[in-house]
């Protein structure tokens, strides 16, 4: 059986992360049972198809949101394949202008002042992090890649998982002020 990752429009997750299920946990169909034989990755079943999380996994996304800093939330929903492994997501959207309650200068910096203060907790699980400016017209995206495993270590269920991820994992004292006022001042 050859995969190749030109096989797949989203690519394979060996370079660029690939989402497997979206903020409301339903299978993105960007991969399939192909892909993970090739990987050697577990997979279940939804209604008898493919379904890139096992029943063990599942348990630990949900649609919600795990409150992290200054009132922004990591969507819970998420999860991802990257580099061969599976991932739980939580992702950080920070809205700016109309639909926000920053600005998007202001919302960049605390992203990523945001991102070097997780960054070093999330690596020491084996996980990633990720900034992406300007997701939307009007939002920048904190993506956080945990390995399943950690969260299974740490929690019994999705509940104590959020609570780990509020609590611990993710949770952060800055504010958008806090940001603002170590920033440099120009001009």
Known sequence: MSVDAGDYRFGDGSEELVYLTNGCCEDTGHVDAALFAKLGLEAGEWEGEFFPLTDAELKYVYEDV???????????????????KKYLMPSIELYFGEGGNVGDADALAFGKAYVEDVKARVEGVGGHVFLEEEHDQDRHL??????????????????????????????????????????????
């Open 142 to 187: 904190i993506q956080v890649l945990v390995p399943f495993e950690y969260a299974m270590a740490n929690a019994k269920d999705f509940d104590g998982w959020k609570d780990h991820l509020a609590g611990t994992l993710l949770r952060s004292d800055l504010t958008v002020e806090s940001v603002k006022a170590a920033s440099p001042k120009v001009g």
């Open 66 to 84: 795990a409150d992290v800093a200054d009132g922004f939330g990591a969507l819970t929903g998420y999860s991802a394949l990257y580099q061969g």
